[in-house]
């Protein structure tokens, strides 16, 4: 992407004109590193990185957009006005509005940091946090890292996050940024009144100020990795697919989430719009009047909406109708067509791709948050099979069919650990495993360079946490991605190990768009044979990972169904 003649001069002026925390007297400390944008100027904040041998300048709150707010709720994000004043980037910028008490909750688990981040909530929210080692030659690029948080599209902050480690121990750049989520960021109501994705579009704002901006902080606009897990993870494989996003970065890593998720994607977004209106209180009659409603109500108003609608609880009542955590729609424009569509006809942007997730993604942290019952002493069988009916969201399975997938998975056992065991690999398999699978057969069989892995280490800070049998649970691996061994001051020697050989290896992509490096465990591609590479205290390659179970929900399944379905026809 060319360079307007402004930005190259500006680029040039900030170049010249960084105050990064040069030579201070001994003893003294730095000044403050200030940089100017193309918006204007900002000071931010020197931080050391233990056991680091750099030190990295942090701009937290960068506004990369207008406030979504008013007249521009429920539409694509604008860009940011420029400022005159120096402007102050060493406070954490509000969180996206959502359910403040489960959000914190979220931010707890998953903050690589030692102190936990207070978190606040506001409309105006769309801000991103940089992380650059701090630069002795100024004419040095160094490769881009944009972490996309998850939370289901309806939780998450940036500031969760800190990429200070990752930036010191890589010398790469890190921008963490945030996006409208929940009815503000993805309402549809399947027509040209709100055609919904808005939380996307952020992520492509962001995108864009980063290659307009992104070198005035010392990283290079050509070499941008998208990086992010869960619905994160979903939203860089949402990008790989989408028109949209062409250009605006050359690598991208989905950690346990990808975009052809049955949860994540709502065919028919008009009865979930329908529903959103009437608990918010105003007419669901026609498109126009439920956007025009909704965009006079107050943020605690839609607050009230959203936690009325309990998105992170299942239901147990196998009621199809029921939504947890807030779907995608086609948009016609960021999706033309859906995912699945849109990765089978292979038209997705050509870029390298790392695609994995952890051994035990449904182990605790997603069935504590949907409030599976209780869940840890084990589940006998009526329960288990009342949960997979409920399911559907997320298996693509009616629950008239349940008991299809019961028969592979349950069997006829009925210690209720092993229940509980085999439902949460069930789960596992068809959220994670399958679509990520799938995923990467299609950009192997495109011709791009894939990498595949599964996350295999249980954090030793978890005991006592969560229940012995959980391995590696769903975002385990953030911690060691961020380097929160060394943040946090906790975890064994081995672990500081492993979290050096996974930023090593995440970095090594960012720069060549291949992992691998000196001192590491060869990661092979992802070829015919399906090979993989397995990270734990020691990493080692295999193949084929969960073949069966791939084919079981891909073809034997969809079979079965079919037969079922020309039996009742029969009948």
């Known amino acids: ?52 041998d750099r030190t990295v ?13 008013g007249p521009l709720r429920f539409s694509p994000p604008q860009p940011a006005e420029p400022w005159r004043e120096l402007r102050s980037a060493t406070s954490y910028p509000p969180m996206c509005l959502q359910d403040p008490g489960v959000a914190q909750r979220l931010s707890d688990a998953f903050t690589n940091e030692e102190e ?54 890589e010398n790469v750049v890190v921008v963490a940024i945030q996006y ?26 962001a995108l864009q100020w980063i290659q307009e901006n992104i070198a005035f902080f010392g990283g290079d606009p050509g070499s941008v990795t998208l990086f992010g897990e869960s619905a994160g993870g979903c939203s860089v494989s949402a990008h790989v697919l989408s028109p949209v996003s062409k250009g605006l970065f050359h690598k991208a890593i989905s950690q346990s989430g990808v975009a052809v998720l049955n949860a994540i994607f709502d065919a028919h977004p008009e009865r979930l719009a329908k529903k959103i209106a009437v608990i918010a209180g105003c007419p ?50 960021f999706y033309p067509k859906s995912p699945e569509a849109l990765l089978a006809e292979k038209s997705f942007n050509n870029v390298p791709y790392i695609i994995g997730f952890n051994n035990h993604e449904f182990g605790w942290i997603i069935p504590t948050m949907l409030q599976f019952p209780n869940f840890t002493e084990g589940l006998d069988k009526g329960t288990a099979n009342q949960v997979l009916r409920s399911s559907g969201q997320f298996t693509g399975v009616a629950p008239k069919h349940a008991h299809l997938i019961a028969d592979e998975y349950l069997k006829d056992t009925e210690d209720p650990q092993q229940l509980r065991d085999h439902l949460l690999e069930l789960l596992g398999d068809v959220m994670f495993v399958v679509p990520s699978v799938l995923t990467a057969r299609a950009h192997r069989d495109a011709g791009y360079p894939v990498y595949f892995y599964e996350f295999h ?52 992509f ?34 084929k990972l969960k073949e069966y179970r791939v084919g079981f929900w891909t073809k034997i399944l969809p079979e079965k169904i079919a037969e079922k379905e020309r039996e009742r026809t029969e009948l």
């Open 457 to 508: 280490h249980r954090p030793s800070a978890h005991a006592g946490l969560k229940p012995d049998f959980v391995s590696a649970d769903h975002g385990d691996e953030i911690g060691f991605v961020l380097g929160r061994p060394f943040l946090a001051g906790e975890g064994t020697e081995e672990e500081k190990k492993l979290s050096k050989t996974v930023m090593k290896y995440w970095a090594n």
């Open 180 to 205: 409208r989520l929940g009815i503000l960021g993805f309402y549809s109501t399947g027509d040209e009144h709100s055609h919904g994705n808005w939380g996307f579009l952020d992520q492509v704002a």
């Open 1 to 52: 992407m060319s360079k307007p003649p402004l930005l190259l001069l500006l680029a040039l002026v900030a170049s010249a004109c960084w105050r990064g925390p040069a030579l201070a007297a001994e003893g003294q400390p730095a000044a403050p590193p200030e940089v100017l944008t193309a918006l204007g100027r900002l000071r931010g904040r020197q931080v050391n990185v233990p056991g680091a």
């Open 57 to 69: 300048d942090v701009f937290l709150g960068v506004p990369y957009a207008k406030a979504p707010v």
């Open 116 to 169: 936990k981040v207070s978190l606040r909530n506001s409309e105006d929210c769309l801000y991103l946090n940089i992380y650059t080692p701090t630069r002795s030659d100024s004419k040095v690029r160094l490769p881009v890292m944009v972490w996309i948080h998850g939370g289901g599209l309806l939780l998450g902050a940036a500031s969760t996050y800190d990429g200070s480690a990752l930036a010191a121990y």
């Open 284 to 333: 669901a009659s026609s498109s126009s009047g439920m956007i025009h409603c909704l965009k006079g109500k107050t943020e605690n108003e839609i607050l009230e909406a959203t936690l009325k609608m309990e998105l992170t609880r299942l239901q147990l009542d196998g009621n199809e109708k029921h939504t947890v955590f807030f779907p995608t729609a086609i948009d016609g424009a």
């Open 510 to 543: 960012a720069r060549n768009g291949n992992p691998n490096g000196e001192g590491l465990v060869n990661w092979p591609l992802y070829n015919g044979d399906e090979q993989y590479l397995e990270i734990d205290v020691t990493q080692k390659a295999a193949n």
